[in-house]
């Protein structure tokens, strides 16, 4: 099934009358279908080559930045994948978003569930808290051989695939 028409008919599903209140729509399923499709969309960009596993590690990455940490409130799926250069697939340098309509039905679909098994905690989180992941050999390609100055403020937590996944260190 294309992603497009999976994307609509969990809309339709979540807006059928029994989701109806004296005929306003329920904007927290519309709220909640957004952001998982965004939380899909940045999976499938950020992690397409990678396995089940570094998808989902991916995806809690997302999910464990949108949770209050101390001193710092609740921020939304579309807060934390779309604040600037935070995830390379939205930065409109590289114009990643725009292959969006060409991701295979198959990388889709391992994505939406690693989306949704994070954002509804079904599965273990495989990061272990992690809230940042890079392509170590790929970002010292891109930059010359140097790696981001956040990276010495973090901790090293698991390397799964291409992505190495890092935590605050408080």
């Given at each position: 099934?294309?992603?497009?028409?999976?994307?609509?008919?969990?809309?339709?599903?979540?807006?059928?009358?029994?989701?109806?209140?004296?005929?306003m729509?329920?904007?927290?399923?519309?709220?909640?279908v957004?952001?998982?499709?965004?939380?899909?969309?940045?999976?499938?960009?950020?992690?397409?080559?990678?396995?089940?596993?570094?998808?989902?590690?991916?995806?809690?990455?997302?999910?464990?930045?949108?949770?209050?940490?101390?001193?710092?409130?609740?921020?939304?799926?579309?807060?934390?994948?779309?604040?600037?250069?935070?995830?390379?697939?939205?930065?409109?340098?590289?114009?990643?978003?725009?292959?969006?309509?060409?991701?295979?039905?198959?990388?889709?679909?391992?994505?939406?569930k690693?989306?949704?098994?994070?954002?509804?905690?079904?599965?273990?989180?495989?990061?272990?808290?992690?809230?940042?992941y890079?392509?170590v050999?790929?970002?010292?390609?891109?930059?010359?051989?140097?790696?981001?100055?956040w990276?010495?403020?973090?901790?090293?937590?698991v390397?799964?695939?291409?992505?190495?996944?890092?935590k605050?260190?408080?």
């Amino acid at each position: 099934m294309k992603p497009a028409l999976l994307s609509f008919l969990t809309l339709m599903s979540l807006l059928t009358p029994g989701k109806l209140t004296e005929g306003m729509i329920d904007m927290g399923n519309i709220e909640r279908v957004n952001e998982l499709f965004l939380l899909t969309a940045t999976v499938a960009m950020e992690a397409e080559s990678e396995s089940y596993k570094g998808k989902l590690a991916v995806a809690y990455v997302i999910v464990n930045r949108a949770r209050p940490m101390s001193g710092v409130p609740f921020k939304s799926i579309s807060d934390v994948v779309l604040d600037p250069y935070d995830f390379s697939a939205w930065n409109t340098k590289g114009g990643r978003q725009l292959a969006l309509d060409t991701i295979p039905s198959r990388v889709w679909q391992d994505s939406e569930k690693a989306a949704a098994s994070a954002y509804y905690g079904i599965e273990r989180d495989p990061t272990r808290g992690a809230n940042h992941y890079l392509n170590v050999e790929l970002t010292r390609k891109l930059r010359g051989g140097t790696l981001p100055t956040w990276l010495p403020a973090m901790r090293r937590t698991v390397k799964i695939g291409l992505h190495t996944f890092y935590k605050e260190v408080r």
